[in-house]
């Protein structure tokens, strides 16, 4: 088939979940078919990315995102008034729906495969310049979730009251939308559930396949003896990333801190926020090469009490066979067994206790790296799982 995929980010480097998602989703179907990808990009973005895609695509065409507070406070004005959800508003960029209209003029497509809600606005358009195609969503979240949870934990009440409305927005956006496409692909069960749960149309049947990655790529770090290195790896720029560090930092790690005095916390992830601060507090920012840092990890936290989807930073834990506490809504959507392969733990109090057992029990350590790296092999390689997108692409 002729595949037109659409990207809101450019799926390289894999250091984010929706890259890794978009990336491995994109060489399997490009195995199969003819995929053009259309993807919009960033000021970092280099040349040699862009290169990577052209290897794996038969074509790569590109659109400027540029994000700025001056903008956001234009869209975040549009969206009251136009009673759009924010996320979707600022996305709408006339340049994309002119190169999608020029593709579309200029070559025949089979389908229009729409990557994350906030690309499902374009294959619409598509299907308006193009009556013929088909349209898949590949829906990485339930989206209205993630707000409405980012409301719950909010003790500003401006900000609570701004959360909520979006959450009430995108959930009438994301239920409306959703029947509109011929597939709908779904990285967990509870995503679609939730979805479900607030549609008056009925949805299209169900897919659900995870978020995968490359386990058997690469081996897992080699551990280094001597650092109490407890880490966490995000996009800090991603809201619910950023809450959830900052709880951790604030409510957990000094109770770390106070049984165990040596331990280190390592906060690596670009725009990381001002709160982060404290005794023990290493925040490094982006990090290009992780594997120094890695290697003297003893335990891996993903502390997060918002959030869609998966959390992508779980199943690159395990490929690289480190320690993980997580919260419920961390793990949410992933395979796991509390006390196998991941230690759960929501409370401040039950969450420090969890990390301070991983830090001061090296046979601990083993046991939950090596599981996970089990479970990684076994229920989240792409090479395995993601023939799955067979059946999807079977019209």
């Known amino acids: ?8 980010v450019l799926p390289y480097p894999l250091d984010a979940g929706p890259k890794m998602r978009s990336y491995y989703v994109l060489k399997y179907l490009s195995q199969q078919h003819d995929v053009t990808l259309l993807t919009f990009v960033r000021d970092t973005d280099r040349p040699e990315y862009i290169a990577q895609m052209e290897e794996i695509c038969h074509a790569v065409h590109t659109v400027p995102m540029r994000r700025s507070a001056v903008r956001d406070g234009q869209f975040l004005l549009k969206s009251i008034v136009s009673g759009q959800p924010f996320l979707i508003v600022r996305d709408e960029v006339p340049a994309m729906t002119a190169k999608l209209r020029e593709l579309l003029a200029g070559q025949p497509f089979d389908a229009v495969h729409a990557d994350q809600l906030w690309m499902a606005q374009y294959a619409l358009q598509a299907k308006t310049f193009s009556p013929d195609v088909r349209l898949v969503l590949d829906q990485h979240n339930a989206v209205y979730l993630i707000p409405g949870r980012m409301a719950d934990g909010e003790t500003n009440p401006v900000k609570k009251m701004i959360l909520a409305r979006e959450s009430k927005m995108m959930a009438r956006y994301e239920s409306e939308t959703c029947p509109r496409f011929d597939r709908v692909v779904w990285v967990t069960r509870e995503d679609y559930d939730a979805v479900s749960a607030i549609s008056s149309t009925p949805l299209p049947a169900p897919a659900v396949i995870p978020i995968c990655g490359d386990p058997t790529r690469e081996p897992p770090v080699e551990p280094k003896d001597g650092v109490k290195r407890v880490t966490f790896l995000g996009g800090l720029h991603w809201p619910p990333n950023a809450q959830g560090i900052v709880w951790f930092a604030k409510n957990v790690f000094p109770k770390i801190r106070a049984r165990v005095p040596d331990a280190v916390l390592t906060v690596i992830g670009k725009n990381p926020p001002a ?12 990090v290009e090469d992780l594997s120094p840092l890695l290697a003297e990890t003893q335990a891996f936290v993903v502390p997060l009490h918002a959030g869609g989807g998966m959390r992508v ?3 690159d834990a395990w490929r690289w066979g480190l320690p993980i506490v997580s919260t419920t809504i961390g793990a949410e959507g992933i395979a796991v067994e509390n006390g196998v392969d991941i230690l759960i733990a929501d409370t401040a109090e039950a969450f420090a206790d969890a990390v301070i057992r991983v830090l001061q029990s090296p046979e601990l350590q083993r046991s939950l790296a090596e599981n996970g790296r089990r479970t990684v092999v076994q229920k989240y390689n792409w090479r395995t799982i993601y023939t799955q997108w067979d059946d999807v692409y079977r019209f």
Not at 1 to 8: A, D, E, N, V
Not at 279 to 284: A, E, I, R
């Open 275 to 286: 709160a982060l601060t404290g005794d023990g507090v290493q925040v490094t920012g982006y």
């Open 1 to 8: 088939m002729r595949i037109l995929y659409l990207s809101q």
């Open 313 to 315: 930073k779980i199943i």
